[in-house]
Nanobody, 129 residues
């Protein structure tokens, strides 16, 4: 069992930056692939980014590519999402998720919520003046 806790959300102006963190419990974090999803108000959940167990491969949604960076520190059981050049459309609850397989499956499967075994409770990000 893995317990995930997100932090770092808040209110930021357009063009600003935020860094989200997801702290994981348990000794097997280093073997999991980790992802960030988000759910904008009134919309469904959408994939944001993925990083495999070693950090050696990542995957990004087109909407965030070049602005967001996912990274991990396996020694600290933490995954990060650095968000730059934020836009109002980035407003959402951001969730981290863990996949026990640890690997890059495929672009389609990475984006499916049912491919992930554990989820955090989410952190709110609001981009507004």
């Amino acid at each position: 069992q893995v317990h995930l806790v997100e932090s770092g959300g808040g209110l930021v102006q357009p063009g600003g930056s935020l860094r989200l963190s997801c702290a994981a419990s348990g000794p097997t974090f280093h073997s999991y692939a980790m992802a960030w999803f988000r759910q904008p108000p009134g919309k469904g959940r959408e994939f944001v980014a993925l990083i495999i167990w070693s950090g050696g491969r990542t995957d990004y949604a087109d909407s965030v590519k070049g602005r967001f960076t996912i990274s991990r520190d396996n020694a600290k059981n933490t995954v990060f999402l650095q968000m730059n050049s934020l836009k109002p459309d980035d407003t959402a609850v951001y969730y981290c998720a863990a996949d026990r397989s640890g690997v890059y499956k495929s672009a389609d499967r990475n984006r499916r919520g049912d491919e992930y075994d554990y989820w955090g409770q989410g952190t709110q990000v609001t981009v507004s003046l």
